[in-house]
């Protein structure tokens, strides 16, 4: 069946430190997303990538599709504070998401 | 965007009990999702509720145990049949638009002893 991974699990950065986290799709997708969930909050949506090696930018945060759009990243520079919570890929396929396990973000002041 | 209206928001249930989830949105929407977060863990799909017809159920997640209503296109409702501990979760729903883009309602937040 459909399977996203997503590593790290976990990741403790220094304030100021980039981040990334990576996301490998066992099938090609027709689109990636990604969100972000804070603590006690509900994923909220923060971008969509579509086309084979794509790359968006929003402020600090860095994403791409791979070529095969089987695998993404999101990458974060100079991570703040505010930048904490878990971050979740989604890829999609036949209109049904499929969710990686996440990557848990700590950022120390 | 749509926003998302789901109730409860938590509760505490009493196991062999039954639990029905809202789910209200303030527009027409064709695809509605149900999930699952475990504490700590990622969202698995419940069931792509339809509109006019029986939900889809994904491995693993059967009618019996959440059934599930779509009587128009701006609700739904999940129940969790016959409670256990093991259900104890967050469950989530989830409406696509048109631009593929997933909205989440606020998740109800189920204990059950």
């Known amino acids: 069946g459909q399977q996203v991974m997503q590593i790290p699990q976990y990741q403790h950065v220094q304030e100021g430190e980039d981040f990334t986290t990576y996301c490998n799709s066992s099938?090609?997708?027709?689109?990636i997303q990604w969100y972000k969930q804070r603590p006690g909050g509900h994923p909220v949506f923060l971008i969509q990538?579509?086309?084979?090696?794509e790359v968006k930018k929003q402020k600090r945060l860095t994403f791409q599709f791979g070529e095969a759009k089987k695998n993404s990243s999101l990458h974060i520079t100079a991570t703040q504070t505010t930048d904490v919570g878990t971050y979740f890929c989604?890829?999609?396929?036949?209109?049904?998401?499929?969710f990686g396990s996440g990557t848990k973000l700590n950022v120390k002041p | 965007s749509a926003v998302i209206s789901q109730k409860p928001s938590r509760d505490i249930c009493q196991r062999g009990t039954s639990l029905t989830i809202q789910c209200q949105v303030d527009?027409?929407?064709?695809?509605m999702f149900w999930y699952r977060q475990q504490p700590g863990q990622s969202l698995t799909l419940i069931a792509t509720?339809?509109?006019?017809?029986?939900?889809?159920?994904e491995s693993g997640f059967v009618i019996d145990k959440f059934p599930i209503s779509r009587p128009n296109l701006t609700f739904s409702t999940l129940t969790v049949s016959n409670m256990s501990p093991e259900d104890s979760s967050i469950y989530l729903c989830?409406?696509?638009?048109?631009?593929?883009?997933?909205?989440f309602g606020q998740g109800t937040r189920l204990t059950v002893v």
């Open positions: 990538l579509v086309k084979s090696g």
């Open positions: 989604a890829g999609q396929n036949f209109n049904k998401f499929y």
């Open positions: 509720a339809n509109q006019g017809s029986e939900a889809t159920y």
């Open positions: 099938t090609t997708l027709s689109n």
């Open positions: 989830s409406v696509e638009e048109r631009t593929a883009e997933a909205f």
């Open positions: 527009s027409q929407v064709t695809m």
